[in-house]
């Protein structure tokens, strides 16, 4: 499971097996190699380098070293991981250039905002 903080190093969401979850067990993304959809089947970020990046190359979160525990429901996450798979429509990632800026939306609201593009 890797761990991932924001800016303050506070760990702000977990990526297991793919999954990517906010600490509290909640699914809010999937990766397909660098590309991370979020809840609305939309592209919502890549990640690489360790970082979670937008769109836009700002960072969202950054791979941590934190040894927290988190209890995960896994047939739940797993559950959860498929819906959002079925969502997915269009698989196209464009390319993004990071940046040393930080996102100013946290990772859940990146993650959950729905996006205006069509489906």
């Known amino acids: 499971m890797i761990h991932l903080a924001d ?6 969401a977990l990526i297991y097996n793919n999954i ?20 609305d089947g939309q592209v919502k970020a890549r990640y690489f380098q360790h970082t979670l990046f937008t769109m836009e190359g700002k960072a969202l979160a950054k791979d941590d ?6 209890a995960i429901d896994i047939p ?8 959002l798979l079925m969502k ?22 990146h993650f959950t905002t729905i996006s205006n593009r069509p489906s």
């Open 88 to 109: 997915i429509k269009d698989h196209t990632c464009p390319p993004v250039v990071p940046t040393d800026e930080w996102a100013t939306t946290s990772v859940k609201e």
């Open 65 to 70: 070293e934190s040894n927290d525990r988190f």
């Open 76 to 83: 739940q996450l797993l559950e959860n991981a498929w819906l």
């Open 20 to 39: 990517l979850l906010i600490p509290d067990g909640k699914v809010i993304g999937v990766l397909l190699g660098h590309c991370v959809f979020g809840i």
């Open 7 to 12: 800016h303050h190093q506070s760990v702000v």
